[in-house]
């Protein structure tokens, strides 16, 4: 009998997409956003209580408080205020969601900064340590963020994307392409989650592909 590929599906949810019901129908986990790059308190109850119904797992989604860019644009904020801003966002939806809160993934450009910079994940991890330890920090395989989480004690979920392929022109592959590198990310045994990000204009569509090929191989 061939062996079993097990592999958590997520989607940054929370951030005014009008898909969040239909792709939590399709996830395992989800990240939420709190509030910082987009978000509501009202939207991070409603997408809880989905999420729960649902029975997803749930995670803060902090990004730098930058509404107007989405939290995309690479800022340069003070580390004691970027500790300060992850613990106070992921705090308001550790508010919400009480013990089903399961892990944090940060958005955007502090991500993706955060990895490439050892003093400003170890920043990042100190916020999300402040709410609690205990908490799954989801970050890329490679990079500071995951070496800073782990320094500090945190479980690492090492992280994919699913639907963020460009090809050298700066088009976006074609989602049987998408799909097949999702498969094979997968079975690589490297990656543990797959990210979908719910904002997408092609997210509810991508998901559902990537999700048959997932069940079907």
């Known amino acids: 009998?061939?062996?079993?590929?097990?592999?958590?599906?997520?989607?940054?949810?929370?951030?005014?997409?009008?898909?969040?019901?239909?792709?939590?129908?399709?996830?395992?986990?989800?990240n939420i956003a709190c509030g910082g790059h987009a978000g509501s308190d009202e939207i991070m109850r409603r997408t809880i209580a989905m999420a729960i119904a649902r029975g997803v797992r749930i995670g803060a989604h902090p990004g730098y408080e930058d509404r107007e860019n989405f939290g995309r644009r690479e800022l340069d904020?003070?580390?004691?205020?970027?500790?300060?801003?992850?613990?106070?966002?992921?705090g308001k939806l550790a508010g919400?969601?009480?013990?089903?809160?399961?892990h944090v993934k940060p958005h955007g450009a502090l991500y993706n900064q955060a990895n490439r910079d050892d003093l400003l994940a170890a920043a990042v991890v100190a916020g999300v340590v402040e709410i609690s330890p205990k908490l799954i920090l989801y970050a890329p395989p490679t990079g500071a963020l995951a070496k800073a989480g782990r320094a500090a004690g945190l479980v690492v979920r090492t992280e994919g994307f699913a639907d963020r392929q460009y090809r050298e022109d700066?088009?976006?592959?074609?989602?049987?392409?998408?799909?097949?590198?999702?498969?094979?990310?997968a079975r690589g045994g490297v990656i543990k989650t797959?990210?979908?990000?719910?904002?997408?204009?092609?997210?509810?569509?991508m998901l559902r592909a990537i999700r048959r090929a997932l069940d079907e191989s």
């Open 194 to 205: 797959l990210c979908i990000h719910g904002d997408g204009a092609r997210a509810l569509e």
């Open 1 to 30: 009998m061939k062996p079993v590929h097990r592999i958590d599906i997520n989607a940054d949810l929370g951030e005014g997409g009008t898909d969040d019901a239909e792709l939590l129908a399709l996830v395992t986990s989800c």
């Open 96 to 102: 919400y969601a009480g013990r089903h809160l399961h």
């Open 77 to 90: 904020f003070p580390l004691e205020q970027v500790t300060a801003q992850v613990a106070r966002q992921v």
């Open 170 to 185: 700066g088009s976006l592959v074609p989602r049987g392409e998408a799909v097949a590198q999702a498969v094979a990310l």
